[in-house]
């Protein structure tokens, strides 16, 4: 089992980015997904889920922001980021639950002038 993520880097406050995560190991398209971040010094943080069948949960920090998706057919989740914050520069993994469960190496994103 495992979970790849991709996508990050540095962007400036207001700009985007989208997020990648490649699973492998397990039955992809019956599981739900999960969006976790953690920031220096700072408790992991539940960002999104979504379901097998495509409908999402956002936490409330989010407010439209963010947009989860994901293709069974390449065992791939996104998350798209826009109108990224200086607060946003975290790591960002994707897992398996929202405590950050099978969750792969991360891929780091700063958001900075």
């Known amino acids: 089992v495992q979970l790849m993520e991709s996508g990050g880097g540095l962007v400036q406050p207001g700009g985007s980015l989208r997020l990648s995560c490649l699973a492998s190991?397990?039955?992809?398209?019956?599981?739900?997904m999960t969006w976790v971040r953690q920031a220096p010094g700072k408790a992991l943080e539940w960002i999104s889920d979504?379901?097998?069948?495509?409908?999402?949960l956002y936490a409330d920090f989010v407010k439209g922001r963010f947009t989860i998706s994901r293709d069974n057919a390449k065992n791939t989740v996104y998350l798209q980021l826009n109108s990224l914050k200086t607060e946003d520069t975290a790591m960002y993994y994707c897992?398996?639950?929202?405590?950050?469960?099978?969750r792969g190496q991360g891929t780091q994103v700063t958001v900075s002038s």
């Open positions: 190991g397990f039955r992809f398209s019956i599981n739900a």
């Open positions: 897992a398996h639950n929202r405590m950050g469960g099978g």
């Open positions: 979504i379901t097998s069948g495509g409908t999402a």
